[in-house]
């Protein structure tokens, strides 16, 4: 996929969302990392998962999470939620590995690429003074795409599909609208303990995670 187009197959990524991208996991490993119980996951498409949304519990929104795995990529999609942008989720979701966040919530838009639980490169797209330290080369990029889009109302969709085409994977919006594992989580309830989630990851050895 270009940026170039499938702009209007990319309708899920322009308002309020949070998308991750980890490497070599699998849904339930993804909901897990998240804080999420995966067996209370169902393969549902998009009309019925969003059921599965209903107001605020106790502890605070419910969100609506989906994940799936394409190629070498488990995805997690989070509409009107904001999990996979926080610096705790994103350290578990890369340990042994390495994750691609994008986010646009309230106004706020992030770029974060994350690789064995540190971040790696860190940006508001627009705001150069946000840039993380040492400067990585995905800026460029992605003002580039959000440049060629300007005055669209696209959102994040550029840089979701530079992404996309990076990684060598499609999720537009038929795709996305399919069978996926979703479930339903309160954003801020309990983390789910590691246990044996993390039982022999240890540091990535040096050129053990290819850089993409």
């Known amino acids: 996929m270009k940026t170039e187009a499938g702009m209007d197959s990319l309708r899920w990524a322009v308002a309020w969302m949070c998308v991750t991208f ?14 999420a119980d995966p067996d209370q996951a169902r393969l549902l498409d998009w009309d019925a ?7 605020d519990s106790d502890d605070g929104m419910v969100l ?3 994940s799936g795995r394409i190629g070498d990529w488990a995805f997690c999609v989070e509409e ?5 942008l926080g610096e705790e989720t994103l350290a578990k979701l890369s340990r042994g590995t390495e994750t691609y966040s994008l986010s646009t919530t309230d ?6 690429y994350w690789r064995d639980g540190e971040c790696v490169e860190y940006f ?11 400067f990585g080369h995905w800026w460029d990029r992605v003002e580039a795409a959000l440049a060629e ?6 959102g994040m969709a550029p840089v979701v599909a530079l992404v996309l085409d990076h990684l060598g994977i499609t999720l537009d919006d038929d795709a996305l609208a399919g069978p996926w594992l979703s479930l339903a989580l309160a954003e801020n309830a309990p983390s ?6 993390y039982a022999g990851e240890g540091p990535v050895p040096p050129g053990a995670v290819e850089i993409l």
Do not use: Y
């Not at 889009?149 to 696209?154: L, M, P, V």
């Open 80 to 84: 009107e939620g904001g999990i996979g």
């Open 149 to 154: 889009h300007e005055g669209e109302g696209a």
């Open 192 to 197: 789910t303990p590691p246990g044996d989630t």
């Open 22 to 35: 980890t490497r070599g996991l699998n849904p339930k490993e993804v909901f897990t990392r998240c804080g």
């Open 124 to 134: 508001e797209p627009g705001m150069e003074h946000t840039r993380s330290e040492p």
């Open 64 to 66: 609506l999470l989906r």
């Open 49 to 55: 998962a969003s059921d599965l949304v209903s107001g």
């Open 107 to 112: 106004g706020m838009d992030v770029f974060q």
